[in-house]
């Protein structure tokens, strides 16, 4: 899959014209962390990247960062001509600023120039291009002020990025409260840059202390800063790595399908009774299944 891609990208992305709608409701995913370097942008790169590729849905990526704005960076996507500063301050139309990535998802670029903006227009904006995709993900600013709010109140639902440790925990604690308050349901916990060491919080830690669900837990690997380098998702770089397959395992759960790991170190682990149920699988399993009762 990566030698599909030329990474050698800069200004080989063009404008997306949107084609066809269906009427179908779609998801809006706020991904939010009220702190830095904690794994947003990455997030919502990978599973932007595994929606589409592995799953076949249309996924639109937005950066939401609207004062440090870096997803078209993790894109290649650099000096783009509209960004949703220019549809904020309606400049342009917001589909003039839809650019068609070579990941097979759509993004919308912010501006690296610090433009005025009224970020709680993010919400209607993004509205009207619901029924495009069947999965919008809102990559948010870390900053506990309007641009973080601005995301939490234009997203269905939120997915927090946090790490095993405490400052980090305390942050995701403040996020779920934040998110609480305007009345935004969080889907749940993405626990990144995991070492599986002891002196890591455990899941147990997290969930008590947040009081919300962790639906992946995505280990620190060296292969997402490679493809960082590269300015290419790492689902598209290292895709059977163990952080690629728990985004496919939680981009599965969050469109009520299932995935199936079927790597050989998998299939193995699953045959000599090595594959223990995970909390976070456990999760994932309630979250599709209550899914599915709803519909019956
Ligand atoms: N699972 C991971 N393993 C290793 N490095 C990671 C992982 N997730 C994110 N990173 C790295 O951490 C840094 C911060 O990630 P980023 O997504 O930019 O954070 P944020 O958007 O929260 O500021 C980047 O260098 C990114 O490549
Ligand atoms: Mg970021």
Redesign the pocket.
Known sequence: MPEKHNINKSNTYTRKKLIGDSLKRNMIYGII?I??????????SNLAAVLANEFGKRVLVVDA?FSAP?LGL?LGIVEPENTLHDVLNDKVQITDAIYQTEFGFDMIPSSLMNKKINPFKLKQKISMLRDSYDVILL?SS?NLNDEILATMVASDKLLV?SSPDFPTLSCTMQAVKTAKTKRTQIAGIIL??VHNKKFELSIDDVENAAETPVLAV?????K??E??SKSIPAALHTPLSD?IVEYKHLAACLINEKYEDSRFKSKLKKLFGGGKIRKHEVNRAVIRDGVKNRKI
């Open positions: 962390a702190k830095g370097g904690v794994g947003k942008t990455t997030c919502t960062n870096n993790h990559d870390p990025v990144n840059r995505v280990p620190n690997d060296i997402v800063l493809a960082l952080a």
